[in-house]
């Protein structure tokens, strides 16, 4: 193994690749594991949900490392791990998982009961996900690898389709687990709000359910444009601040079958001013009765740089009363990535699904992460993919 080089979140506003320890197989207590593997990492991607701890906006602390959206090559595992070989490649769910407790064996994984002492759910290189090493490095250790992996087929088909492959660990079965929890079937009418990597991702996922249209709505016009190109409706929130309007113009009617929400608690409003709890309202007034609203944007428990001391303790103000006289069902929560990602693998390896060109995805070096956090945080319609060993620049 080569010098361990990763993503570190400094303070608000900076991240830094630097040297950082080789992994070794150790829980985050330092109690030795035999059930992890290490992997060299092919792809490791820039989410949202990183860009809410950078920005300042959690409780993160100075030195994390950064990166949850890992594939990697096995090149040690544990005595304990029996279903993996060396020179495997595999998809890591972003969800760290035991595969032992009550969640887990109900495929709930993403809020495993054991791999977190703060609460249920854990993450990698994430604030209060229970301590586990980020993987926007070069190396990076894996727990439990038996349960938690996806093995892809032989290298060289993974090699050949591994700009999409690399979306496995979060986003799109995120997206489509909103698609999913949203009620999208054959015939649906879906908007989605976001037009970003994981709002792209969900409408991608709404209409390989089956979905009639798919309305992404957004005030970014190159996020716009991007989801127009790859055959959504975009909806230019910036046109009126009566969203059911603006779907009329498309479907002629104010509501949807469907809605998902892949904005979060970072939601803007017209003002421009932050409205945390501007989406959901959105989602319950285009709803149908009956109709199903998922919401897999993110909303934390604690947000020091709110607009007031309520939503800084992840209180919003809701109109619940109109969902709950609209019979609507809602679903939130982490995405049980080990739920979808092998039927998602398979839409992918038979060109079903080209979610790398839907998303945008662009191909960066480890060493350029820095740049591609200030980029992507200014809106651009991009998803950027780290190449921390340049193995998806030979492929």
């Known amino acids: 193994m080569s010098r361990n080089r990763g993503v570190v979140y400094m303070e608000p506003g900076k991240v830094e690749v630097q040297d950082i320890a080789d992994p070794r197989l150790e829980a985050p207590n330092g109690r030795r594991i035999e059930h992890g593997v290490i992997l060299k990492v092919i792809s490791t991607n820039i989410c949202g949900s990183d860009q809410h701890m950078v920005r300042g906006r959690t409780t993160a602390q100075p030195g994390l490392v950064l990166g949850h959206e890992i ?19 595999v998809s890591v769910p972003f969800n760290v998982a035991c595969g032992r ?3 887990c064996k109900s495929q709930d994984t993403g ?3 054991t791999v977190n002492p703060e609460r249920a759910g854990g993450a990698y290189g994430y604030v209060d996900m229970g301590g586990w090493i980020g993987g926007q490095a070069r190396y990076v250790m894996v727990p439990y690898a038996d349960f938690n992996l996806l093995k892809l087929p032989d290298r060289d088909r993974a090699m050949a389709k591994i700009r999409d492959l690399t979306m496995l660990s979060d986003i799109l079965p995120t997206g489509f687990h909103g698609a999913v929890k949203a009620g999208v079937g054959v015939g649906s009418v879906v908007y989605v709000a976001g037009a970003g990597p994981v709002g792209l991702a969900a409408a991608a996922s709404a209409r390989i359910l089956g979905a009639a249209v798919v309305m992404i709505g957004d005030f970014n016009p190159d996020r716009l444009a991007h989801a127009a190109k790859v055959g959504f409706e975009p909806i230019d929130l910036g046109k009126s601040d009566r969203l059911g309007d ?3 113009n498309v479907v002629g009617t104010n509501e949807a079958d469907s809605a998902i929400d892949a904005v979060g608690f970072e939601a803007r409003g017209h003002s421009g001013g932050e409205q945390p709890a501007i989406v959901l ?3 319950m007034e285009i709803t149908r009765a009956a109709g199903s609203i998922g919401i897999p944007g993110l909303y934390v428990t604690e947000d020091p740089g709110a607009v007031d001391s309520a939503a800084r303790q992840g209180s919003l103000s809701l109109r619940f009363g109109l969902g709950w006289a609209k019979a609507q069902s809602f679903h939130t929560g982490q995405t049980p990535v080990l739920k979808y990602n092998r039927q998602l693998m398979q839409a992918i390896l038979h060109d079903r699904l080209p979610i790398a060109d839907i998303v945008n995805a662009k191909i960066i070096s480890l060493e350029d992460a820095a740049q591609g956090y200030e980029t992507f945080d200014q809106g ?15 492929a």
């Open 281 to 283: 309202n959105q989602m």
């Open 111 to 113: 809020v495993c009961l």
């Open 246 to 248: 603006l779907i009329a």
């Open 101 to 103: 407790c009550r969640t």
């Open 380 to 394: 651009a319609a991009v998803k950027f993919v780290l190449d921390p060993h340049d193995m998806l620049k030979a």
């Open 71 to 89: 594939t990697g090559e096995v090149i040690e595992k544990g005595s304990d791990v029996e279903m993996l070989e060396i020179g495997d490649i």
